[in-house]
């Protein structure tokens, strides 16, 4: 697969080799939108510490898709990421009722 670098500034992620540039008029996400930094539990109950959240440049093109960079807290946990899509996402509840949000933020 592509390498892919996260810009200093964690801006945006492009592909290794590529132009670090975004056209004038790309839409970009409001960062408002994105998880805070921090410790987040999972809808079955494990904790995730978000490390970050970048860009992605090549989703499209007026378009950066934003992802989710984390840590699984328990184990010896790589690091992931997932479509701010999906982490915002809610799911089935599995004891029924109202769907639940897939991760919470933990307050310290």
């Not at 970050?52 to 007026?62: D, S």
């Amino acid at each position: 697969g592509d390498v892919w670098v996260i810009d200093q500034q964690w801006e945006y992620a492009y592909p290794e080799g590529t132009a670090n540039t975004q056209p004038d008029d790309v839409e970009i996400p409001e960062c408002a939108d994105y998880p805070e930094c921090g410790v987040w539990r999972h809808f079955k109950g494990q904790n995730y510490h978000v490390l970050a959240c970048v860009l992605n440049g090549q989703a499209g093109e007026n378009y950066l898709e934003p992802f989710v960079v984390y840590r699984a807290l328990y184990g010896d946990s790589p690091v992931f990421i997932r479509p701010l899509q999906m982490w915002d996402e809610k799911v089935p509840n599995p004891a029924g009722g109202e769907p639940l949000r897939r991760f919470t933020k933990v307050l310290q």
